[in-house]
């Protein structure tokens, strides 16, 4: 996820909780976003997007004994230049081994089994140099037929966009099925709200239970959600990040 620096000129209203067309959003069923038998995709960026863009929907279709493929692209490792406390040392002991992620998706209810996870070891911030490669690496790992799972080519974040536009090339090549799940998006001001593409969003519903483990997972990411006050270093996730989490629903564009 993005430091939350970059966040603090985003003051309230924000699209999230004020653009009027949340409420019109057609609903959605799980049931038809994935038809039976098919597999589901989730492309991360960055560690905890999976949990930040659809950790109701990894519940969901958990539930449904759904394949999953789960592909973290990155590892998170350039989140905390300076820190004394995140050094590189800890960083290598929490990020190449993911017990942040891990820890995550137990507390989403998943269960090891429950789905296949490859990670792909490209650079953080960078995202936009390996463009091509990384479409190749995604692709390789899909089949006709899947339902891919993406942050959305226009986010706001370069890593995001990156890995929506290299997602949907490879699902096109490959014949898959690509959907994409806005994150950052959701933070810019109210007056951005015509650059959604309110005709693609679809609403799937999330009961309480699921929307509570979706936040309790995020908190498994200690690393940034903790800032550092003595060094001056922000939380990686700020808070209206975990306050839009509440919201009892994602939104996929189709």
């Known amino acids: 996820m993005k430091p939350a620096s970059r966040l603090q000129r985003r003051q309230h209203p924000q699209i999230w909780n004020s653009a009027p067309q949340l409420a019109d959003i057609p609903i959605i069923s799980t049931q038809t ?5 098919s597999r589901a995709v989730i492309l991360a960026p960055h560690p905890g997007d999976e949990v930040g863009a659809c950790g109701g929907l990894l519940q969901l ?13 990155t590892d998170g490792s350039l989140g905390h230049p300076g820190s004394p406390l995140w050094n590189d040392e800890r960083l290598r002991t929490f ?19 429950g789905l296949q996870w490859v ?15 990384l479409a190749a690496f995604i692709g390789h790992h899909l089949r006709p037929g899947d339902v891919v799972f993406s942050t959305w080519r226009q986010d706001g974040d370069s890593d995001h966009d990156t890995v929506g536009r290299a997602g949907a090339l490879a699902a096109e090549v490959i014949g898959a099925v690509f959907n994409e799940l806005p994150v950052w998006a959701w933070h810019w001001p109210l007056r951005e709200q015509k650059r959604i593409p309110w005709h693609r969003a679809r609403k799937l519903r999330l009961d309480v239970w699921t929307t509570a483990r979706k936040r309790h997972a995020m908190h498994a990411y200690s690393s940034q959600l903790n800032g550092e006050p003595a060094s001056g270093i922000a939380p990686l996730v700020p808070r209206v990040i975990l306050d839009r989490m509440g919201m009892p629903y994602e939104i996929v564009f189709i």
């Open 33 to 37: 976003l994935i038809s039976a038998g």
């Open 61 to 73: 279709l958990s539930n449904l004994d759904h394949p999953m493929l789960l592909i973290s692209v």
């Open 95 to 113: 990020r190449p081994h993911p017990q942040e992620s891990v820890d995550a998706l137990h507390r989403l209810g998943v269960p090891p089994n």
């Open 119 to 133: 990670r792909g070891g490209f650079p953080e911030k960078s995202l936009a140099e390996h463009e091509e490669p």
